[in-house]
T-cell receptor, first 117, second 114 residues
Framework: AQKVTQAQTEISVVEKEDVTLDCVYE???????LFWYKQPPSGELVFLIR??????QNEISGRYSWNFQKSTSSFNFTITASQVVDSAVYFC??????????????FGQGTILTVHP | NAGVTQTPKFQVLKTGQSMTLQCAQD?????MSWYRQDPGMGLRLIHY???????DQGEVPNGYNVSRSTTEDFPLRLLSAAPSQTSVYFC?????????????FGPGTRLTVT
């Protein structure tokens, strides 16, 4: 069975600090995809990144970067020089080839990030 | 493109009432799904559809029905609302069924059952 754990329930930082959101996953499949979504206070879910299990290259997009390590089953998300607009709930999710629900996303519990000015 | 739209944004129901949450997408996506979001539990899959006329159950389907008569629309029906169905409901779509495609979410419907 798939499982995603985001151990940090809430994180509070001051603007310009770097912050890392942890994500650990479990799956029996060798083929899977990992995702990060952002849920700002307005409530919608915004897709941030998709990573497949065969690509362990780290990815950087502006102030965002993702570190995927299969050896530790982790897919961590770092925000560099955080800003107040980064305040949101961040979800890590997993989708694998073995599930019976095509495209089912298994979500972590979410991490509430608050960036103070 | 409006993307994925959901109506209503907010709804209050009494126990035992029925209602339909509407979801539509204008991206010609084959795959559509419904999730519910509860505090501390992330999002959980209720029902999904891999194309018009085809639906199936997800992780938490009890108390909900779906149908998919067109590619664009995927309504979620609550048959007899219960307080345990108080939640935020999200509809999502992706271009094709499958685990590799990112899903696009609607703005959500906040439902309270009293």
């Amino acid at each position: 069975a798939q499982k995603v754990t985001q151990a940090q329930t809430e994180i509070s930082v001051v603007e310009k600090e770097d912050v890392t959101l942890d994500c650990v996953y479990e799956t029996r499949d060798t083929t899977y995809y990992l995702f990060w979504y952002k849920q700002p206070p307005s409530g919608e879910l915004v897709f941030l990144i998709r990573r497949n299990s065969f690509d362990e290259q780290n990815e950087i997009s502006g102030r965002y970067s993702w570190n995927f390590q299969k050896s530790t089953s982790s897919f961590n998300f770092t925000i560099t020089a955080s800003q107040v607009v980064d305040s949101a709930v961040y979800f890590c999710a997993l989708s694998d080839a073995g599930g019976t629900s095509y495209g089912k996303l298994t979500f972590g519990q979410g991490t509430i990030l608050t960036v103070h000015p | 493109n409006a993307g994925v739209t959901q109506t209503p944004k907010f709804q209050v129901l009494k126990t035992g009432q029925s209602m339909t949450l509407q979801c539509a997408q204008d991206m010609n996506h084959e795959y559509m799904s419904w999730y519910r979001q509860d505090p501390g539990m992330g999002l959980r899959l209720i029902h999904y559809s891999v194309g018009a006329g085809i639906t199936d159950q997800g992780e938490v389907p009890n108390g909900y029905n779906v149908s998919r008569s067109t590619t664009e629309d995927f309504p979620l029906r609550l048959l007899s609302a219960a307080p345990s169905q108080t939640s935020v409901y999200f509809c999502a779509s992706s271009i094709f069924p499958g685990y590799s495609y990112e899903q696009y979410f609607g703005p959500g419907t906040r439902l309270t059952v009293t």
